[in-house]
Each structure stands twice: as structure tokens, then as C-alpha cells.
């Protein structure tokens, strides 16, 4: 189940966000420090939404306009993570095309982050293009990836 963020979920989506796989992922690999991220969520709050599993947190996807983004909480998944993943990318797409009325959604991955790349293209998501893009001063290949509501 996707939700609102609450002010209550600052902190646990810092610690999401700051476990070293997420992190290893990331288009920004440094650990964020909490006054860093109290700025950011100041400034996204209402773009930020909680992904539950069995009424637990355990994951945030991110919308800005067209553009979406979403982490877990590897730590607490642990051997349940595929399913959230999967589960969580179904939610966000119906989310994005139903209550948000998105005509199209997409998002950057890491080229290396095949796993997620995979995951995208089972919910209907194409490779549009490739670029390079400066990941913490290493420069990465980055995989924009979208769909449309009727793809």
C-alpha cells in the first residue's frame, strides 16, 4: 500500500535512504547527513510517498512531475525484498496513471543496476536513452526509462 508521508517518517526514510546498497545505487553515493536531508524533505514532503508492506514502512517513491525515483528499506525486507519491489513499482504506476494522472512516467537508473532495469521493463518500461552522468565525480552511464499510460 502507497501513503502520504507523514513528518513521523523523516528519520526512516534517512536510514532507508543511507543503507550502503541504496546508496551503492544512487545518482549521489554520500552519506547524507540529517540536516541535509531535513532541507530536502522541507523541500519535497508533498512529494514523497510511504510504501507499506503488511502495514510496516518499508519503502518511499518519490514523484516530481513526470519523473519518479523509489528506495526500500533493504535492511527490514531482508529475503522479502523482490516481492515488495515488485508490489511497490505496481502501486507507483497505478498511482502515477490513476490518481496523479500522469500521461507518462519515467525515471533514471544506474546502467549497472541491471536488477532494477529488469524489473522496469516487466511493468512495461522502455530504455529511451543512455547517457553519462557524474555519480559523486565517477562517471556513470545512466538508463532513462518511461512508459505511458497505455504502453
Known amino acids: 500500500m502507497l501513503r502520504h508521508a507523514l513528518d513521523s517518517d523523516r528519520d526512516l526514510v534517512l536510514a532507508w535512504r543511507n543503507h550502503p546498497a541504496v546508496r551503492a545505487v544512487s545518482l549521489t553515493t554520500h552519506q547524507i547527513e540529517p540536516a541535509e536531508h531535513a532541507a530536502w524533505w522541507a523541500g519535497h514532503f508533498q512529494d514523497v510517498l510511504i510504501y507499506e508492506d503488511d502495514c510496516v514502512p518499508a ?19 531482508g529475503k522479502r525484498m523482490l516481492p515488495a519491489w515488485m508490489r511497490l513499482e505496481k502501486e507507483a504506476v497505478e498511482h502515477a496513471f ?3 494522472g500522469l500521461e507518462r512516467l519515467g525515471g533514471e537508473t ?20 543512455r547517457y553519462e552522468r557524474s555519480v559523486d565525480g565517477v562517471m556513470k552511464t545512466v538508463v532513462w526509462t518511461e512508459r505511458g499510460r497505455d504502453d
Open 98 to 100: 490513476g490518481k496523479l
Open 59 to 77: 519503502g518511499v517513491v518519490i514523484f516530481s512531475g513526470e519523473t519518479w525515483s523509489f528506495y526500500l528499506d533493504v535492511e527490514g525486507l
Open 110 to 129: 544506474l546502467a549497472d543496476n541491471k536488477q532494477v532495469l529488469a524489473l522496469h521493463r516487466r511493468f512495461g518500461f522502455r530504455e529511451t536513452r
